[in-house]
């Protein structure tokens, strides 16, 4: 069973470029969320993506957008990148386990550098 | 607004002692409340975690206990080994079904010295 897989590992971006960074869901899972984690931070919530709605938005600017597919998959969008931009982003999904408990699931991030 | 700090920041014990990590949390309708383990370029890894109803949680060497008068809640670790060296991380939330969100604390690195 595949767990929480994330797009590209790594990426360099130049300032004022956009990027999109992509996720699929932990089988099962329905909500995709998007954590930002600056070196030496712990994260910081993003937004959450259900039913391919934005259901929850942390305190990031209009330049971070998202997007849900019908297959749960999502993407992070970043226009007009910014150096401070530069952060390891996380992309966490959950759902009602079968065992009724409440998963929720880290990917291994896309390390993103923006130069 | 939500915030969760964590103390200490760092925390160096020898192989076999405990280690303590204490976290407060401000929203007193947050009802979840996991720890994540995050070692150097992986993800994070929920190690263990306890909803508002419940005073304290154990798994082997882990136990996790919750005052929600005081609104802390601590990550104890007993026996502790050079493979727990890490950065460990607390959080709060109000949880509903799936959809809830994780307010994070900055994060403790733990160093087991052998």
């Known amino acids: 069973d595949a767990g929480v897989t994330q797009s590209p590992t790594h990426l360099i971006k130049t300032r004022g470029q956009q990027v999109t960074l992509r996720c699929s869901p932990k089988?099962?899972?329905?909500?995709v969320s998007w954590y930002q984690q600056a070196l030496g931070q712990g994260p910081q919530f993003i937004f959450q993506y259900y039913e391919e709605e934005e259901r929850q938005r942390g305190n990031f600017p209009d330049r971070f957008s998202g997007h849900q597919f019908p297959n749960y998959s999502s993407e992070l969008n970043v226009n007009a990148l910014l150096l401070g931009d530069s952060a390891l982003y996380l992309c966490a999904s959950s759902g009602i386990e079968w065992t009724g408990g409440y998963g929720y699931t880290f990917g291994s991030g896309t390390r993103l550098t923006v130069v | 607004g939500e915030n969760v700090e964590q103390h200490p920041s760092t925390l160096s014990v020898q192989e076999g002692d405990s280690a303590v990590i204490k976290c407060t949390y401000s929203?007193?309708?947050?009802?979840?409340f996991p720890w994540y383990k995050q070692e150097l370029g992986k993800r994070p890894q929920l190690i263990i975690d306890?909803?508002?109803?419940?005073g304290e949680k154990k798994d082997q060497r882990i136990a996790v206990t919750l005052n929600k008068t005081a609104k802390h809640f601590s990550l104890h670790i007993t026996e502790t080994q050079p493979e727990d060296s890490a950065v460990y991380f607390c959080?709060?939330?109000?949880?509903?079904?799936?959809?809830?969100?994780?307010?994070f604390g900055s994060g403790t690195r733990l160093l087991v010295r052998p």
């Open positions: 089988s099962g899972h329905d909500t």
């Open positions: 959080a709060a939330s109000k949880r509903r079904g799936s959809s809830y969100k994780l307010i």
């Open positions: 929203d007193s309708a947050s009802n979840y």
């Open positions: 306890i909803r508002s109803n419940v």
